[in-house]
T-cell receptor
Framework: AQRVTQPEKLLSVFKGAPVELKCNYS??????LFWYVQYSRQRLQLLLR??SRESIKGFTADLNKGETSFHLKKPFAQEEDSAMYYC????????????FGGGTRLMVKP | KAGVTQTPRYLIKTRGQQVTLSCSPI?????VSWYQQTPGQGLQFLFE???????NKGNFPGRFSGRQFSNSRSEMNVSTLELGDSALYLC????????????FGEGSRLTVL
């Protein structure tokens, strides 16, 4: 069975500090990993996916198959980064079924 | 393009009743997925429909069912409601290829009394 774990429910940092939101997964095959974000009073939306290897809003995430991790990082947090972040895993062979982690609320203090 | 639209946005039911939720996907999207979000269990996958066929199903009892119409609109139904069915039900659409980006609606918040 596939599983996604986000160990921190809440992460609080000051503006300008580095941020790392942890995500670990368990899956026997070759997974596709995503980070979804939900800003206050907005819909859940895709932030980035490992396959695209791009930086979105200054965030990056590297898939580490050895450690089965997909941590989300940003070198300098901004107040507008405050949101709920969800790591998700997809089995490419199973259509669009996502397994979500429990989510981490990021609070960036001024 | 208009986003994913879910109706109704809020509803209150009593135990034993049944409920039907509706989802209109983004135009051109052929896949519609449903998720249940609760404070205790988080986001859990219910099922996915693609071209009117159920493509994937999560671990929910048979009281939870869905369907998709030829215009890709989808409905989900929950029969014999239980208190634990109180949740935010999210619909997401995508073009249809596996592993694609999901576009979420605002959700239907169901309260079971």
């Amino acid at each position: 069975a596939q599983r996604v774990t986000q160990p921190e429910k809440l992460l609080s940092v000051f503006k300008g500090a580095p941020v790392e939101l942890k995500c670990n997964y368990s899956y026997s095959g070759s997974p596709e990993l995503f980070w979804y974000v939900q800003y206050s009073r907005q819909r859940l939306q895709l932030l980035l996916r490992h396959i695209s290897r791009e930086s979105i809003k200054g965030f990056t995430a590297d898939l580490n198959k050895g450690e089965t991790s997909f941590h989300l990082k940003k070198p300098f947090a901004q107040e507008e980064d405050s949101a709920m972040y969800y790591c998700a895993l997809s089995n490419n062979n199973a259509g669009n079924m996502l397994t979500f982690g429990g989510g981490t609320r990021l609070m960036v203090k001024p | 393009k208009a986003g994913v639209t879910q109706t109704p946005r809020y509803l209150i039911k009593t135990r034993g009743q049944q409920v039907t939720l509706s989802c209109s996907p983004i135009s051109g999207h052929r896949s519609v997925s449903w998720y249940q979000q609760t404070p205790g269990q988080g986001l859990q996958f219910l099922f996915e429909y693609f071209s009117e066929t159920q493509r994937n199903k999560g671990n929910f009892p048979g009281r939870f069912s869905g369907r998709q119409f030829s215009n890709s609109r989808s409905e989900m139904n929950v029969s014999t409601l239980e208190l634990g069915d109180s949740a935010l039900y999210l619909c997401a659409s995508s073009p249809g290829h596996p592993g694609g980006e999901l576009f979420f609606g605002e959700g239907s918040r169901l309260t079971v009394l």
